[in-house]
């Protein structure tokens, strides 16, 4: 069975500083990896993917994520916050079998992320 | 480019009643489509999912049934709602490439009294 981790439920951190939000998976073979967000009362918005490849993926809003294999971790972070940034933040993995389920996401709980002005 | 439409946004049901919530996707064929629930603002639970017309797998027993009766149509439904059923329903289509992205629709906001 896969599973995906997100261990903080809330990140607080000030406008203009990096930000990170922690994802840790666990699924059998070599994994899909996806970051969505959520505005209030909103669906979940795609930012990025990780499918293979560069272990760094650059996203949408300048989002980006890193695949770390060894620590079977995908990080999402940004070099400086906006305010407009504070939302809910999904990681999500699905595995490489194939046949019934296979195009399952398995989410994790989600990480409220506040931006401070 | 493909969108995604839920309807209605907003719903409030009493115990007891039937429901039905719509999606539609326009802009692709043969997606797969995805219905999910979603409680308190946080975990996403899979409820349904089809990749083709009367085709429905089912991944949590429950109040609620999923039909496919076009190829871009998706409808969840229950014919007697309970309190549990209260939530933010989510409406989400891929392509068949399982590499593929879910994008999702805008919720369907239900409220069971």
């Known amino acids: 069975a896969q599973s995906v981790a997100q261990p903080e439920d809330q990140v607080n951190v000030a406008e203009g500083n990096p930000l990170t939000v922690k994802c840790t998976y666990s699924?059998?073979?070599?994994?899909?990896l996806f970051w969505y967000v959520q505005y209030p009362n909103r669906g979940l918005q795609f930012l990025l993917k990780?499918?293979?490849?560069?272990?760094l993926v650059k996203g949408s809003y300048g989002f980006e994520a890193e695949f770390n294999k060894s620590q079977t971790s995908f990080h999402l972070k940004k070099p400086s916050a906006l305010v407009s940034d504070s939302a809910l933040y999904f990681c999500?993995?699905?595995?490489?079998?194939?046949?019934?389920?296979?195009?399952?996401?398995?989410f994790g709980k989600g990480t409220k992320l506040s931006v401070i002005p | 480019s493909q969108t995604i439409h839920q309807w209605p946004a907003t719903l409030v049901q009493p115990v007891g009643s039937p429901l039905s919530l719509e999606c539609t996707v326009e802009?692709?064929?043969?997606?797969?489509l995805y219905w999910y629930r979603q409680a308190a603002g946080r975990g996403l639970q899979l409820l349904f999912y089809?990749?083709?017309?009367?085709?429905i797998s089912s991944e949590v027993p429950q109040n609620l049934s999923a039909s496919r009766p076009q190829d871009r149509q998706f409808i969840l439904s229950s014919k007697k709602l309970l309190l549990s059923d209260s939530g933010f329903y989510l409406c989400?289509?891929?392509?068949?490439?399982?590499?593929?992205?879910?994008?999702f629709g805008p919720g369907t906001r239900l409220l069971v009294l």
């Open positions: 989400a289509w891929s392509s068949l490439d399982y590499q593929e992205t879910q994008y």
């Open positions: 699924v059998s073979g070599n994994p899909y």
């Open positions: 990780y499918i293979t490849g560069d272990n």
């Open positions: 999500a993995v699905r595995g490489r079998e194939s046949g019934a389920g296979s195009y399952q996401l398995t």
């Open positions: 802009g692709t064929s043969n997606p797969n």
């Open positions: 089809s990749v083709g017309i009367g085709q």
